[in-house]
């Protein structure tokens, strides 16, 4: 069984350009979770999909950042016009679609994002 | 707004030894909290998660307990091994959705 497969790894962009991260979720799971690790913190919650909604996009900054789960396909999560802060690890998450409150969510290695 | 502090930040120990690791927050209305090891340049890899009726949990040398009326939670780690070393993070779900606030976690090395 695949688990939650990200890619790239790595992305190097500079300032300005756009970055476009991919999450495929564990087959069979519809919930979708992204997180941001920045050098030196602890991991912060940025926003929790289910197929074609966004349930919870508090932890996510409100310009330049968006995320979508369509019914086909791997989540996005898209960062317009990079800066330097935007240099992170980003990960994802998936659950099952029932009881996603009390299932462990697994995660993915990561893509680590660096603007020059 | 929860908030998770995990103690210590870093912890060095000779190989053999027994540890525990701390984990405390704030709201406790927890559905339930989950312990995950990172390894550097890696994801996260599940090792526990106990419900809020649960007391403990174990599996292999880890051993979790859950104070949820304290918001308290340790990691015991049995007989360590090189192998442990890694960062450990603790995490528990947001209020009314399975979100997840972490702590920074514990970087645990194992010396020979």
């Known amino acids: 069984n695949a688990g939650v497969m990200q890619n790239p790894r790595h992305l190097v962009r500079r300032r300005g350009q756009e970055a476009r991260l991919r999450c495929s979720p564990v087959?069979?799971?519809?919930?979708v979770y992204w997180y941001r690790q920045l050098p030196e913190e602890g991991l912060k919650f940025m926003v929790y999909?289910?197929?074609?909604?966004?349930?919870?996009e508090s932890g996510m900054p409100k310009e330049r950042f968006s995320a979508e789960f369509p019914k086909e396909g791997p989540s996005i999560l898209r960062i317009q016009q990079v800066v330097r802060g935007d240099s992170a690890a980003y990960f994802c998450a998936s659950s099952p679609q029932d009881r996603g409150m009390n299932q462990p969510q697994h995660f993915g290695d990561g893509t680590r994002l660096s603007i020059l | 707004k929860q908030e998770v502090t995990q103690i210590p930040a870093a912890l060095s120990v000779p190989e053999g030894e027994n540890l525990v690791l701390n984990c405390s927050f704030t709201?406790?209305?927890?559905?339930?909290l989950q312990w995950f090891r990172q390894d550097p340049g890696k994801g996260l890899t599940s090792l526990l998660l106990?419900?809020?009726?649960?007391r403990e949990q174990t599996s292999g040398r880890l051993n979790a307990s859950l104070d949820k009326s304290s918001g308290r939670s340790t990691l015991y780690i049995a007989a360590s091994q090189p192998g442990d070393s890694a960062t450990y993070l603790c995490?528990?779900?947001?209020?009314?959705?399975?979100?997840?606030?972490f702590g920074k976690g514990t970087m645990l090395l194992v010396s020979p």
């Open positions: 709201d406790s209305a927890i559905y339930n």
């Open positions: 087959k069979g799971h519809s919930h």
């Open positions: 999909l289910q197929k074609e909604n966004i349930i919870d």
């Open positions: 995490a528990v779900p947001n209020s009314g959705y399975s979100t997840l606030t």
């Open positions: 106990i419900q809020s009726s649960q």
